[in-house]
């Protein structure tokens, strides 16, 4: 086994760009809809367009790693993201800008499932978790950071283009009417030097664990037809629905109920619910030391709710600090959901874990369905009650889940040493 601090390295960086730019969209949908005269529906389609891909890819993916290896596919991943983001860059359209997301979806969907086998076998197993955990922060970290790129950007090419080398070289390839365009020259940019950097590394050589394998057609058909994979399948949808059908929206909401500017108010609320996102796994992790994790994730699904109805119904300032928290409210779900569902299975965790990522379809889903409720019902706000049902049914997760192992807790490991 083969440990590399150097490539540990890589793969948090790879996290950092998947992150940077998964989660720049949602301050992106302002100016999208005002460039193309664009209907609640039609801006649903951009992040269905992304997250669609996670759904076509998470399986196949797996199979492409183990016939290809990592650095292929890897490579392959951004070549596609940077096609994606250099066709749109070259020509901004709404029916471009469809085909390129869906494009970039396909890179990063491919990158998820390469890296964290990578990451395994670089850092060592024992040091697996830590290093999970420690990507999860380094991912947060640049979906905060994304949209103050994008202020940056923005504002520079429409104040002073001529101020540094960076913004005079935007200026002359980028539309004076659309300067967020910007951000997908930097993506083709930072995708195409990701290109050359995995081309000139040697990567250690990954052997995966037979419960590791992605597993053939008939394993998937066979946990298909099993109850608990099919409720844990749509309650990574759910969450990730949950997560998307918030982040995508944000900006525009704030922009038009409440009138900030999604340039700088409404782009910093959507950087500071990534922030609290990962400050909430900080805390995250020191109450599932403490307690039973479906207990954390019922309380943390009880209040997104709450806070939702606060970001929905409360005045401006309530609405504009209460977007953020749901950041917050989120932050344990993914992982919570994930292992309560892997623990909850003896066996094909390799294509189970495919399953649930195909589940990162949600997405995809769900914020199309706040765009098109938006324009049936008469506006985002009623849209964004379908956020309430997927909510709702992580909350149920913790009711219902009922793992072969549960998480260890101080009380727990205590009970257990008394009785022996």
């Not at 290093?131 to 380094?138: C, D, G, N, P, T």
């Not at 923005?154 to 935007?170: E, F, H, I, K, S």
């Not at 994730?297 to 929905?312: E, S």
Request: charged share 10%; hydrophobic share 55%; proline share 4%.
């Amino acid at each position: 086994m083969q440990r590399s601090r150097a490539i540990v390295g890589l793969v948090f960086l790879i996290f950092f760009v998947i992150s940077f730019l998964t989660n720049i969209l949602g301050p992106l949908v302002p100016d999208i809809i005002s460039a193309f005269s664009l209907s609640l529906t039609l801006a649903g389609f951009l992040p269905f367009s992304f997250f669609v891909a996670y759904g076509v890819m998470s399986i196949p993916a797996g199979t492409f790693v183990e016939r290809r290896g990592e650095r292929v596919v890897m490579a392959t991943a951004f070549a596609a993201a940077c096609a994606g983001a250099t066709l749109f860059a070259l020509v901004p359209s709404y029916r471009i800008a469809i085909g390129s997301l869906f494009l970039i979806g396909l890179g990063m969907a491919a990158l998820q499932v390469a890296i964290n086998p990578l990451l395994r076998v670089a850092g060592g197993e024992e040091h697996f978790a830590f290093y999970s955990v420690f990507a999860q922060l380094v991912f947060g970290l640049a979906s905060f950071l994304s949209p103050r790129a994008y202020t940056y950007l923005v504002q520079g090419l429409q104040a002073d283009p001529t101020r540094n080398w960076l913004l005079a070289a935007l200026s002359r390839v980028v539309p004076k009417e659309l300067p967020w365009v910007s951000l997908y020259w930097l993506f083709a940019f930072v995708t195409l030097v990701m290109v050359l950097v995995i081309a000139s590394v040697r990567l250690p050589r990954v052997e995966l664990k037979e419960d590791e394998r992605a597993g053939a057609l008939a394993t998937y058909l066979s946990l298909l037809r099993r109850r608990v994979v099919v409720l844990y399948f749509f309650g990574i949808f759910a969450y990730v629905g949950s997560e998307q059908g918030i982040a995508n929206w944000i900006s525009e909401f704030l922009r038009s109920y409440h009138g900030f500017d999604p340039t700088t108010t409404g782009a910093s609320a959507v950087s500071w619910f990534w922030g609290l996102m990962t400050a909430g796994c900080l805390l995250g992790m020191g109450l599932l030391k403490l307690y039973d994790s479906r207990v954390v994730l019922r309380g943390f699904a009880a209040a997104a709710i709450a806070t939702l109805t606060v970001a929905l119904f409360g005045p401006a300032q309530a609405s504009l600090y209460a977007f953020p928290t749901l950041g917050f409210c989120l932050s344990v779900m993914w992982s919570i959901v994930f292992s309560l569902a892997l623990n909850s299975l003896p066996s094909h965790h390799g294509a189970f874990s495919g399953i649930l990522c195909t589940g990162i379809v949600g997405g995809a889903v769900v914020p199309l369905a706040v765009g098109w409720l938006g324009d049936q019902l008469g506006g985002l706000r009623a849209g964004m009650l379908v956020v309430y049902v997927t909510l709702a049914y992580v909350f149920s997760v913790g009711v219902w889940a009922r793992p072969l192992i549960a998480n260890e807790t101080t009380w727990r490991r205590r009970t257990d040493a008394s009785a022996r």
